[in-house]
Structure formats: C-alpha cells, structure tokens
Nanobody, 121 residues
C-alpha cells in the first residue's frame, strides 16, 4: 500500500507565499505523474499543476507565473511553491500521484489528505 502525506498549508495575507509538500511512502516501484488539485468552497475540484517524471510541468492559467511545481524522485515528493497569493487561491489543496506498486507493477491513483490554504487580510 501507498500513503501520501501533505504539509505546508496555512493562513497568509494577499501577496504572500506558501510552499506545499506531499511525500509518498510504502511499496512503491515507480511514480509517474504528480499533480496538485484544489477545491474552493462552492466550486468543482480543479487541476492546478501537473508534472511528469521527467520534470515537464503544466499549469492552470489562473496560477501560471505565480506557482511552481517540482518533484524529488529520490524522496518520492512533490512540491508546490505559491507566490503572489490572491484571495481566490483559497481552497483545500490535494496532491495526486500515479504509482506503480511493487507487488505487481500495476498503476494506481493515490491522493493526499488535503491541506487548507487561506489567503485573507
């Protein structure tokens, strides 16, 4: 089994910064795509950023130029650096990984528990 644990959320003022982390542990053979999603009150969950194993990122237009996704394959960890935060960035942020498990090399989707990011003055 595989577990994803998120950290780094909190309360910040507009224009501030936060760095989220998500670390996977367990019977991992390989991790393919890593991603961050978020869900704001009253809205659908949306993809914020995604990164391939080779490090190629893509971003939602709403965060492009402000957020940076990165990964450390040796530590099975994905990061999201958030700068110039706006009130509309307020949401629960979830990490997501596609993981090939050691038992049979089958790929599964795993999700973190979610971490709250609140941007308010």
């Amino acid at each position: 089994q595989v577990q994803l644990v998120e950290s780094g959320g909190g309360l910040v003022q507009p224009g501030g910064s936060l760095r989220l982390s998500c670390a996977a542990s367990g019977s991992i053979f390989n991790i393919y795509v890593m991603a961050w999603h978020r869900q704001a009150p009253g809205k659908q969950r949306e993809l914020v950023a995604i990164i391939t194993r080779g490090g190629s990122p893509n971003y939602a237009d709403s965060v492009k130029g402000r957020f940076t996704i990165s990964r450390d394959n040796a530590k099975n960890t994905v990061y999201l650096e958030m700068n110039s935060l706006k009130p509309e960035d307020t949401a629960v942020y979830y990490c997501h990984m596609v993981v090939a498990v050691r038992a049979d090399l089958r790929q599964y989707n795993y999700w973190g528990q979610g971490t709250q990011v609140t941007v308010s003055s």
